[in-house]
């Protein structure tokens, strides 16, 4: 499985950069070694936030919070590491069928909260993962591919750079398109109800 050092050359590589990255936690001291460790955890989390990765979704209960809901009946803390929230469900719910209404908000104190009528409600949401050894082979090639186009800028400079950028990332979207329907086909979710149209029948 490929590190996040892996990841980084496997970027550099892609624009033509001879210079191999020993480590970006921390940096090695190499101008490149800084350059990946300002834009990895950038590139990792937008991707992340791209698409419902079935290693990088989570499910569950929320923990309610005695604070002011506004119009909605009840408040829930956002759990810890959520980059994008998903559905919010009945506690026994099988699958987001019986997704309810909600809305994301922050606290005076800037605490992230969820607020829904769901009493009890759990939530299925996408979250941070850093262990690289969770990515699929074809996520770790669309990440290098969306950290060369942000690494472009820094590494080549001027107008080279900003055309090399805009090739990786063109790159980028045909790898997220193929990732993105790879990790799809890895699921299959039964419907719990028909349409109308053909309970009808």
């Known amino acids: 499985m490929a590190s996040e050092v892996d990841i980084c050359n496997l970027a550099l590589a892609r624009l033509g950069d001879n210079a191999t990255v020993a480590s970006i936690d921390p940096p090695e001291g190499s101008a490149q070694a800084e350059h990946c460790a300002r834009f990895y955890a950038i590139a990792r989390d937008s991707l992340l936030e791209m698409h419902p990765w079935k290693f990088a979704t989570r499910r569950a209960l929320l923990a309610q919070l005695s604070v002011e809901s506004w119009n909605w009946a009840y408040a829930y803390a956002e759990p ?3 980059l994008k929230l998903l559905a919010v469900l009945p506690p026994t719910a099988a699958n987001d069928d019986d997704s309810q209404p909600f809305e994301a908000q922050s606290d005076a104190n800037g605490a992230a909260l969820i607020l829904t009528d769901q009493e009890d409600a759990s939530l299925r949401f996408t979250t941070r993962v850093t262990d690289t050894t969770k990515f699929s082979p074809l996520f770790v090639d669309a990440l290098a591919w969306l950290l060369a186009s942000e690494l472009a800028g820094p590494v080549v400079k001027g107008d ?31 419907p719990t109800h028909n349409p109308a149209w053909i309970a009808g029948r």
């Open 160 to 190: 080279t750079g900003a055309a090399m950028a805009k090739s990786c990332y063109q790159s980028f979207a045909i790898a997220l398109s193929h990732a993105k329907l790879s990790d799809a086909n890895q699921r299959k979710i039964q």
């Open 80 to 82: 810890n590491g959520a």
